[in-house]
């Protein structure tokens, strides 16, 4: 929703200001990018030097932290999950392109050098700080969902033999890095968080034993949340389209790991796909294994969701699985993703969202945008 120049503006005034009259105790960005030459979606917000957009952050923050909301800027940057529209070449840890129908959406990557490495975590640590001079509560970074950070974690697209790749304590060195470098700019009292996948639910990927791993290490050095999710766009199990029968019965797609993760850390977990309604919130709160529960779509459609669950309405989500009707669409457009999106614009057009919006309309929509995207490659500044 940004501005052609990539900055946030009134949209996500209005659209923050609904989340954060509905009830969230903590809201958190989407994808802010620290890099302009690497974007995950077309109209990313873009915070770097000498592009800070300090008027638009600072509206963005007051209207996300009304009604004492605390706001999160989720700070990203998406490697080789970078659109061919948008990279011609994308960087990553490793010279490996996507193998899965994904190749045709995304060009080959080229290895990242150490020294680019490095002023990547610099553009993260610089980011943050503008988040914190801007009002916002704090910063997530982003390291889920086979973006650069969850790159590097994976022994599938990481396979560097220096020392940010190999075995795992090289491959988690990028993410411990950031870190270090976020808490260096933006001080010891400052929120600082990080999403991770619990696994990749790939052969040969990343794995949930290494997961609890990094989640443990990332714990000790002193990350103040981790939110748990899931998959990347390869395996995008986050989105529940294939969950397992007592997954779909406790709701929560990553409640079992979670389980597991709380016998080894103390810091505050946030779990984040698949809860429909207040009584599985509840029951996962009370059973101790996480702190916080996280809900994107259903807040997506109903921006007053949280208050209907902590009035103990017996609230239940108005999400619903989504299908244009027609096979080869549903494989090819990724419309959750599109569909919901489309509900973000127009709570911050000032519209309520339409839960009975058409699948297929914002399918063709897609389509229609990517066309003269491909076309006339998107520039950012």
Known sequence: MSTKSNCPDVEFERLYHRWSAGGSGLLITGNVMCDHRALGEPNNVIIEKDHACETGLRAWAKAGTENNTKLFMQIN????????????????????????????????????????????INRFSYTASRAKSAGFSGVQIHGAHGYLLSQFLSPIHNQRKDQWGGGLENRMRFARETYRAIRSEVGKDFP????????????????????????????????????????????????????????????????????????????????????????????????????????ARSVAIDPDFPIKILNQTNAKSKVKQLSTGIKALDKNIPLEIVWYTAQLHRMGKGKNPNPNASPILAAFRTMAELGINSIKRTRSL
């Not at 490793?94 to 994904?102: E, H, L, P, Y």
């Not at 016998?263 to 294994?289: D, H, I, Q, W, Y």
């Open 192 to 295: 600082i968080s990080i999403k991770l996948n619990s696994a990749d639910f790939q052969k040969g990927g990343f794995t949930e034993v290494e997961s609890m791993e990094v989640v443990k290490t990332l714990a000790d050095d002193g990350l103040d949340l981790i939110e748990i999710s899931g998959g990347s766009y390869e395996a995008p199990v986050m989105t529940g389209a294939k969950a397992k029968k007592s997954t779909v019965k406790r709701e929560a797609y990553f409640l079992e790991y979670v389980e597991k993760v709380r016998k080894l850390t103390k810091v505050p977990l946030m779990l984040t796909g698949g809860f429909r309604t207040e009584n599985a919130m509840t029951e996962a709160l009370n059973s101790g294994a996480l702190d916080l529960i996280g809900l």
């Open 77 to 120: 940057h998406p490697g080789k999950q970078s659109p061919k529209f948008l990279s011609e070449v994308p960087v990553a840890p490793s010279a490996i392109g996507f193998k899965s129908s994904m190749k045709a959406l995304f060009n080959k990557p080229r290895a990242l050098t150490e020294e680019e490495i490095i002023e990547i």
